[in-house]
């Protein structure tokens, strides 16, 4: 953390290793380096770490702007398995107290109504 105090994110307690998945890009990149600004360490997780409008990765950008440890992990959030190993990777910075979930994964399929009622 920047200043030797825990991040406490409005918890009123410490806040440790917050994850965000989505971070490498957007909403959750804006995100992740928020909490890093405010002297969170923090694990980016993500299908990819290069960022869909380009520029550095989040977790390499957040190293270079401020004092806090960013890691990444590719993580597919429809599979349980790369949501676990996120978590794990977590613990190098003392586990998750707050994860963000803004990653979503979307297919193009047919959909079928029916009332209820």
Request: proline letters at 4%; a negative charge.
């Amino acid at each position: 953390m920047t200043d030797g105090r825990p991040y406490e994110a409005g918890l009123g307690r410490p806040c440790v290793g917050p994850a965000t998945t989505g971070g490498s890009s957007g909403n959750g990149r804006a995100i992740a380096r928020r909490f890093a600004s405010e002297g969170a360490d923090i694990g980016i997780a993500d299908s990819q770490a290069s960022p869909r409008e380009g520029g550095d990765p989040t977790h390499e950008l957040i190293g270079a702007e401020t004092q806090a440890k960013a890691t990444f992990v590719e993580c597919d959030v429809t599979n349980t398995d790369d949501l676990e190993a996120a978590v794990e990777a977590a613990e190098e910075f003392g586990g998750v107290t707050v994860m963000v979930t803004n990653a979503t994964r979307t297919t193009a399929t047919s959909t079928k109504t029916s009332s209820i009622g």
